[in-house]
């Protein structure tokens, strides 16, 4: 059985309403609670205590991150809970930035001590999936990931490693959420798995 944190980083702004960040993030609570593990959760935007997101995340086998893209990341709430909570994590999720003493050069970003444990990103995004995978096209063919390096690394640095990203597309030009939700579930499924009771 694993410890599941989920953490939603949808929220009501302008036009958006995180009602998509909410829905794949409760048929994720659903879904791998029905498996067997055990799941704790966050909604950001409703209000947080970094102490205690710490403890759930030390706590987490497995952390799943729900977000939107906006404006080619995840919205603001999603940097503040990261800069809170992993600061408040100094010398609990990381010793050190990991530099080697001899030659400070190197081994930057080894300095986490929460290794074993895994990430995961959810994501949604109005851009087609073109947009992302295309050379020719908006992001030159970096993929999500490539798009969201910098939260990957964010993750390694405090010791953990990915699982794979799942992204819904056109999810304002052609939205589809039955498509995301069996897609999200097959995902889940293939990359977590139920409980191991």
Not at 34 to 49: A, L, N, P, R, S
Not at 107 to 112: A, H, V
Not at 137 to 144: L, M, S, T, V, Y
Request: charged share 20%; hydrophobic share 35%.
């Amino acid at each position: 059985m694993a410890n599941i944190f989920l953490i939603n980083s949808g929220k009501k702004f302008e036009h958006s309403n995180g009602q998509l960040s909410e829905t794949l993030h409760n048929e994720a609570k659903a879904f791998l609670g029905g498996m067997g593990h055990t799941i704790v959760e966050t909604h950001i935007d409703k209000g947080y205590q970094p102490k205690e997101e710490l403890d759930k995340l030390v706590a987490a086998d497995i952390v799943i991150h729900q977000f939107p893209g906006w404006w080619m990341s995840y919205p603001w709430i999603t940097k503040k809970w990261i800069d809170e909570v992993f600061m408040q994590g100094a010398g609990v999720i990381f010793t050190s930035d990991g530099r080697h003493r001899v030659d400070p050069t190197k081994d930057y970003g080894k300095g986490g001590t929460q290794h074993g444990k895994k990430y995961m990103f959810s994501t949604t995004w109005n851009a087609p999936i073109e947009a992302f995978n295309d050379p020719q096209e908006f992001f030159e063919g970096k993929g999500i990931d490539g798009v969201l390096l910098h939260f990957h690394k964010a993750h390694q640095f405090v010791g953990m490693s990915g699982l794979p990203t799942y992204i819904c597309n056109d999810v304002m030009k052609s939205p589809q959420i039955d498509k995301y939700i069996d897609g999200y579930k097959a995902h889940l499924q293939k990359h977590i798995g139920a409980s191991k009771k």
